[in-house]
């Protein structure tokens, strides 16, 4: 288990860490794919939906944002981890930009930074909608749907439909985007308060990268176990989180409550259509349109 923290955690490759514990590669490498297979194992037992509870740990701001959204149970994005791929698959891993390859992870967390459920192994450039309509809708995926009257916070990538909650479009959304002037229409109040909320997952996707540099710079594996060490990143994540270890890096960004993450940018839709929720129904959409108008109206009032 050191051998395969060492790592991950690090991002050390075979030949240092075979100096290191002074085993040979090939030992090294056999004692790397058992901790591995067995970390799958050990994924499903920590990464998994939560009794939608509220936790007694939470700050007193977040338990005021989790007052103006009831219903919210987690937050739901995508984030991009480093992958190493054949040159004649790179097309299909390109990232947004960079040139880099990359996988697209999806990923659910609730307000503890705890994920609840995590599926790995997309090409870098397929859109966070498309990665969570192709789970949503395949019946091996486990894809953890919420109960009729609670849904996930999501960006402006996503459908607001039923179960799913998006902010106002061509409106300022990201945090950043608040520094200067507070919100001062009913939209922008809405999309402050969502922002600051759905701002966990940013917080938990922070957490795991700092922790975790190889997702940063993945070692040349084949790619199931690099998708495999991606599972298993997370699996470590939450056990820290749910044994309540003493750990600095939860603390930091626990109170980093205005966490940016990289690549944020303003909400202007575009290409954020290609989900246009009609997967869900078209009633879902009229559902969720009209809670925003509660909650924003809430939020006026309030003010």
Known sequence: MAI????IGHNER????????????????RHFREVLRAMMKFAKEVIRPTHFEENP????????LRQIFPGAIGALDG???HA???????????????????????????????FTYVWAGWEGIAHDARVLREVAFNPTSGFPFPPRDKYYLCDAAYANTRGFMTPYRNT???????????????????????????????????????RFPILKQMAPYPFRIQ???VIACFAVHNFIRRCNIHDQLFMDYDNDSTFIAEGQEEIEGGDEDDMDGRPFGTQNNEYMANLHNQIANQLMLNA
């Open 57 to 64: 740990n939470t700050s007193e701001r977040q338990r005021n």
């Open 4 to 7: 395969f923290l060492t790592i």
């Open 172 to 210: 300022r959304y990201w945090l950043s985007d608040f520094r200067r002037q507070r919100a001062l229409t009913r939209e922008e109040r809405f999309n402050h308060a969502h922002a600051q909320l759905r701002n966990v997952i940013e917080r938990a996707y922070g957490v795991l990268k700092a």
């Open 84 to 114: 190493i791929v054949p040159a004649d698959q790179q097309a299909r891993y390109r990232g947004r930009g960079r040139g880099e390859c990359y996988q697209n992870v999806l990923g659910i967390c609730d307000f503890n930074m705890l």
């Open 79 to 81: 984030t991009l981890i």
């Open 227 to 229: 998708r495999n060490v």
């Open 14 to 29: 075979f030949r240092m860490v075979k100096r290191r514990f002074q085993h040979s590669t090939e030992t090294i490498h």
